[in-house]
């Protein structure tokens, strides 16, 4: 079972609201990475960071922003929800293990927003 | 474009069969290969890594090819049970050294 946790688990909100997704790992993973997924649909990147300060955006467009102040939290914000936003949100960490690395997902966050 | 192409059916097996799943890829060159399980809901689980120069890995029930020339790998899961029904992704490493996930094929084994 991988260290890797994400709350809420499920969030119900209305337009406009500013919401942040918390991912938080005690792997010691330098790298980190936010994926959108809707409904029986493909993992798409939407933010990745390599360590302490370092963040990028990935292959799709968000308008969701991250952070990365210590190495064990990833949190992601939207400043003003939309029922666009709606879909389920998973954090990832990679690390090293047996001479490969891996991501290690956490349980996702389910957003809805009305 | 770089695209990655997993079975667009979902698969339906029998309880007892091997259950064989496709992955195809595009305009990659991926030094490694790696296959994920989804249960609904949840955030998919790490289950095996091919690298370029294997062409064959096993682990318990599960048996990955990869033919870089064919840019396939198959993943097999053998005497296959209804605990295995689940969405299966492959991934490999972009251009951008980010891994790019397929959409991955659902596998229903039937007690």
């Known amino acids: 079972e991988a260290d890797i946790y994400q709350t809420p688990r499920y969030l119900v909100i209305g337009t406009g609201k500013k919401i942040t997704l918390e991912c938080s790992q005690t792997?010691?993973?330098?790298?980190m990475y936010w994926y959108q997924q809707d409904p029986g649909m493909e993992l798409h990147l939407i933010h990745y960071s390599y360590g302490v300060n370092s963040t990028e955006k990935g292959d799709l467009s968000s308008e969701s922003t991250v952070s990365r102040i210590r190495t064990e939290h990833f949190p992601l914000t939207l400043e003003s929800a939309r029922p666009s936003h709606t879909s389920q949100y998973l954090c990832?960490?990679?690390?090293?293990?047996?001479?490969?690395?891996?991501?290690?997902f956490g349980p996702g966050t389910r957003l809805l927003v009305l | 474009s770089q695209k990655i192409e997993q079975n667009s059916e979902a698969l339906n097996i029998q309880e007892g069969k091997t259950a064989t799943l496709t992955c195809n890829y595009t305009n990659y060159s991926p030094a490694y290969l790696q296959w994920y399980r989804q249960d609904p809901g949840r955030g998919p689980v790490f289950l095996l890594l091919?690298?370029?120069?294997?062409k064959e890995k096993r682990k318990e029930r599960l048996k990955v090819t990869f033919d870089t020339t064919l840019k396939q790998s198959l993943f097999h899961i053998t005497a296959s049970q209804p605990a295995d029904s689940a969405t299966y992704l492959c991934a490999l490493e972009g251009s951008a050294r980010q891994l790019t996930f397929g959409s991955g094929t659902q596998l229903t084994v039937l007690p």
């Open positions: 091919i690298r370029e120069n294997e």
């Open positions: 792997m010691g993973h330098d790298k």
């Open positions: 990832a960490s990679s690390g090293w293990s047996g001479g490969q690395e891996t991501q290690y």
